[in-house]
């Protein structure tokens, strides 16, 4: 056979069901909702990239395709006509850029691209580093503890919270009304009439358009001020410049959590890297290749619009899909010796941040605030190990498809100059 009919071949058949697959002795078939393979499911993603890059799994009736390799994943996310965002069916709140497809989805970035912006952002820096510094004294002065609700949790709602001109002092009602919203949304998005409780959706946005009013005179180019002007010009509704700020809380919130906990946690395993977070440099690096080796947000989900060929296999109209964005960060092909945390490496292009038009917005500030954590650590800690007397416990089912760590002790010892 030549090799352009194998191939016509291969498009022709459906991927193959994770069930029927030769898996290894020691690995059970893939299945995203598998608790023990969340929690630890790189060996499963290596042999999937290396024997069966794309397959079924999940419940026959309704089966997911499972991508795993680099390039289909990126191509995939590059091609939002055809990999839809919205779910078929779902009811998507204002503003809910994640969810939504073109026409809605451009049209709301560009607007929410002119008020969530890097010079915006960056405005806040020596804030955030005050907000981060306030609450590493804690953990210092502690001697350690159990990081993810002592530093890491309070930490980020708090940042976002002042990015959006909400004092600190009510950050911990947003992370509570933060936390009901992703069940009420994904209720939504799963498109289950009625049952959905919005009730702190209504109080998280009608807080927000509080806010925005108090900020409709200023001139100032932060978040909140842009946002106010782009509502008060009609350039987005009411409902979607709150709904948007919404977002900015779920979106943000448990991913930059995640990944400082995954940071800590890869600390008080390997502490030979705490010098390594004394320059600004080193910091980012580290974080850049933390970001590639242990990224907060597993899988993406899409929504085949037209019958599709991914991977050599034909994709059906209506599919469901998860794009493994962790198991494309460990592709060789990509990332050289991918099980391999390395600096140094040049990794830019990795897909922790998504790819394509639905590419995360919050990037800078996830990239600014978790650089700006690890340069206060490699500042004042000289030691940090894992705290065996208090459980660390790993996240499972976030909403976001996301993987890390619900609590996790440490013990810290300060550098000697560090009060
Ligand atoms: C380490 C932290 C973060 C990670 C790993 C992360 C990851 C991602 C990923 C993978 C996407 C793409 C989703 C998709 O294609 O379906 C995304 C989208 C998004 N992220 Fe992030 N994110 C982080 C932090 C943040 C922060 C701090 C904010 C804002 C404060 C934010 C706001 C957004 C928004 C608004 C979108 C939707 C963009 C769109 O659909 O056009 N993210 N994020």
């Known amino acids: ?250 979106a943000g919130h448990e991913t930059t959590t995640l990944l400082t906990g995954n940071c800590l946690d890869f600390l008080s395993h390997n502490p030979v890297w705490l010098p390594f977070l004394r320059t600004e440099k080193g910091a980012a690096a580290f974080l850049n290749e933390m970001l590639r080796y242990r990224p907060p947000v597993h899988r993406l989900s899409r929504f085949v619009g037209e019958d599709t060929v991914l991977g050599g296999y034909r994709l059906p109209a209506g599919a469901s899909v998860r794009l493994l964005v962790a198991s494309a960060n460990r592709d060789d092909t990509a990332f050289p010796d991918g099980d391999t945390f390395d600096p140094a490496r040049s990794n830019a292009a990795h897909a922790a941040f998504g790819y394509g038009p639905h590419m995360c917005m919050g990037s800078w500030l996830a990239r600014l605030e978790v650089r700006l954590i690890l340069e206060r650590i490699g500042a004042t800690v000289s030691d940090m190990k894992p705290d065996p007397t208090i459980e660390t416990e790993a996240l499972t089912g976030g909403a976001f498809a996301t993987v890390g760590l619900k609590n996790l002790g440490l013990s810290v010892t300060p550098l000697r100059n560090v009060t």
């Open 1 to 250: 056979m030549s090799e352009e009919n194998q191939k016509t071949d291969v498009v022709a058949a459906l991927p193959p069901l994770s069930t029927d697959l030769d898996w290894p002795d020691d690995l059970t078939p893939f299945d995203p909702f598998d608790v023990g393979i969340q929690t630890s499911p790189y060996a499963h993603y290596r042999w999937m990239r290396a024997n069966a890059p794309v397959i079924r799994a999940g419940n026959s009736d309704a089966p997911l395709y499972i991508v795993s390799r680099f390039a289909d994943v990126t191509a995939a996310l590059r091609n939002a006509a055809v990999f839809l965002s919205q779910p078929p069916g779902a009811v998507v709140p204002p503003g809910f850029l994640l969810s939504l497809d073109a026409p809605d989805h451009p049209r709301l970035r560009q607007m929410a691209s002119k008020a969530f912006t890097p010079r915006a952002v960056q405005e806040f820096t020596p804030r955030i580093a005050e907000l981060i510094a306030k609450r590493w004294n804690v953990v210092l002065q502690n001697g350690g503890g159990e990081v993810m609700g002592l530093f890491a949790s309070p930490l980020t709602i708090s940042v976002i919270s002042t990015l959006l001109g909400v004092p600190v002092e009510h950050s911990a009602q947003m992370r509570d009304w933060t936390t009901k919203i992703l069940d009420y949304v994904a209720i939504l998005l799963r498109g289950v009439p009625g049952g959905a409780d919005d009730a702190a959706y209504v109080a998280l946005t009608s807080y927000i358009g509080n806010v925005l009013d108090a900020a409709s005179d200023s001139q100032a180019d932060n978040v909140v001020s842009n946002l106010a002007r782009l509502r008060a010009s009609g350039e987005l509704t009411a409902e979607e410049a709150s709904g948007f700020a919404a977002l900015i809380f779920m």
